[in-house]
């Protein structure tokens, strides 16, 4: 192999948040007539706040620089790239050359990864704000070539934007310079829709089409395998039931949890379908999430720990901190590590092409307070 990478980093960059542009962690608030606000910042993308009908649905930090500053800070609500999920080894081959990435998720005894994009992924990165208007916001940010190790320029664009039937529209798109390159984007929101007033336990999900799970090892890292949700019934929501109900049969995480990328076997690439219904029984908000992605990477916040303080407009019952099993997150995305793996089925690695543009994505996150006519209508509990 040709290396042609930057040396992989084992430790944390300086970030210098404090010499941040100013715009990066002033707010921008999209808001619909129907009850529907977001708001976030230029420094990742990343989306502070959901607010519908005064609840706040997703988790973050009163403080905005703390998405810089706070080094406990797992990618809250923020766009991520160049890769999302892990690479194994921080390394991977593209057309005869051998690239490296930085192993920012190192394990004692192997095991080590890229996760996310590196140390300063799209997540660290001050993001463009190109167009905005009150309920629309396009972002840009140019990645150059060997950032992070990635080989090509690569040009991102995405866009928020709510509707009126509070729908939140998330669509990507990135378009490689003259070198190929790999990509898989997807957006990282920590939602809890009870308001935090309770762990994400008591929420009832569905994924009607994820008939199968991408396979990973003690590391997390893919297999190259599918596994039938059939054979491991704790990991088969195409039923629905509540997140509580086998989440410590999880293998993941000691005690349990889930963070596993659920395979759509029946995905045809640019269709855009739904792939999970979440609702709370506590609070009666539900959201259905749509996607034209193969994988949704579902992790059910197995790595809050209680020290992490919640928003001031989210102190329910948990002490003030955003507790174990506080958030779900649903990542629309790549089969995870498809850069490496060869098992997976041809046409699905996140490969670009020279010059072109190499993926659209539209994520689609609805909120309604009416789960009744959701439900009835999309998600049949």
């Known amino acids: 192999y040709l290396i042609t ?17 100013s715009e990066a962690y002033t707010p921008i608030t999209l808001t619909n007539n129907a009850g529907l606000s977001l708001s976030f910042i230029p420094y990742g993308g990343t989306v502070n706040s959901i607010m519908f009908n005064d609840v706040d649905v997703v988790l973050g930090f009163d403080d905005l620089s703390q998405y810089c500053a706070n080094d406990e800070h797992p990618y809250f609500g923020a766009i991520i790239g160049r890769i999302a999920n892990r690479i194994a080894n921080g390394s991977f081959e593209l057309n005869g050359n051998l690239y490296e990435t930085p192993i920012n998720e190192p394990a004692p005894d192997g095991g080590d990864d890229t996760l996310h994009g590196g140390f300063v992924g799209f997540d660290r990165r001050v993001w463009d704000v190109t167009k905005s208007n009150a309920t629309s916001a396009e972002l840009k940010y140019e990645s150059p070539d060997g950032e992070q190790g990635f080989p090509g320029d690569l040009a991102i664009s995405v866009t928020y934007s709510l509707d009126e039937e509070n729908t939140w529209w998330i669509d990507y798109t990135a378009t490689a310079g003259d070198m190929d390159t790999v990509v898989s984007l997807t957006q990282h929101t920590y939602w809890n829709l009870n308001g935090c007033d309770e762990d ?3 929420h009832i999900l569905q994924m009607p089409g994820a008939l199968a799970y991408v396979d990973v090892d003690e590391y997390l890292i893919p297999t190259g395998c599918f596994t039938d949700v059939t054979d491991t019934p ?6 629905s039931k509540s997140i509580g109900a086998d989440i410590t049969c999880g293998t993941v995480a000691e005690g349990g949890g889930y963070d596993n990328a ?30 034209d992605q193969p994988s949704l990477q579902f992790y059910s916040g197995n ?36 850069s490496t793996i060869k098992e997976i089925p041809t046409g699905l690695q996140s490969y ?21 006519a959701l439900i009835l209508q999309r998600i049949g509990f």
């Not at 704790?234 to 039923?239: E, K």
């Open 5 to 21: 990478s930057l040396a992989s980093a084992q430790t944390p960059p300086a970030y210098n948040c404090s010499t941040q542009p």
């Open 200 to 202: 994400v336990t008591e």
């Open 234 to 239: 704790w990991m088969d929501f195409t039923d």
């Open 262 to 291: 659920f395979v759509y076997t029946n995905w045809i690439p640019g269709e855009t379908r739904s792939v999970a219904q979440v609702m709370s029984p506590l609070s009666g908000i539900a959201m259905e999430v749509l996607s």
């Open 303 to 338: 790595g809050l720990d209680g020290t992490l303080p919640q928003k001031s407009d989210q102190n329910g019952d948990t002490g003030g901190v955003y507790e174990h099993w506080g958030a779900l997150a649903l990542e629309a995305q790549h089969f995870p590590d498809s």
């Open 352 to 372: 670009s092409k020279l010059g072109g543009s190499i993926t659209s994505v539209q994520d689609i996150v609805s909120v309604s307070l009416d789960p009744s």
